[in-house]
């Protein structure tokens, strides 16, 4: 019931842009927070940004801090995620997925729902 869909993707050069954003359905999306992680060719899954449910609260990961943007549209159920001076080291699967309640933080493990992962490829 409760689905994920992330787009926006694709190849960016190194200091180019790209803006990613998750549709979600199947339950009240502006109850929960949500995140984004990513995952490198070969390395674990990495926590990139999360956002309370009502927007009141944004964290990232010290290696986007500055550079990305996380935020929400609670009308039009989709979570978004700007990427400003990207790096070669940000390509990665990056999935969008739901918090267990409104403030759910950056333990993966208390996340129960996962979108299927759009891939951002930096390269010159």
């Known amino acids: 019931q409760v689905q994920l869909v992330e787009s926006g993707g694709g190849l960016a050069q190194p200091g180019g842009s790209l803006r990613l954003s998750c549709a979600a359905s199947?339950?009240?999306?502006?109850?929960?927070?949500m995140s984004w992680a990513r995952q490198a060719p070969g390395k674990g899954l990495e926590w990139v940004s999360g956002i309370y449910s009502d927007g009141s609260e944004t964290t990232y990961a010290d290696s986007v801090k500055g550079r990305f943007t996380i935020s929400r549209d609670n009308a039009k159920n989709t979570l978004y995620l700007q990427m400003n001076s990207l790096k070669p080291e940000d390509t990665a699967l990056y999935f969008c997925?739901?918090?267990?309640?409104?403030?759910?933080?950056?333990?993966?493990?208390?996340?129960?729902?996962w979108g299927q992962g759009t891939q951002v490829t930096v390269s010159s």
């Open positions: 997925a739901k918090g267990g309640g409104p403030y759910t933080r950056a333990y993966l493990p208390d996340y129960d729902y």
């Open positions: 199947g339950f009240t999306f502006s109850n929960y927070a």
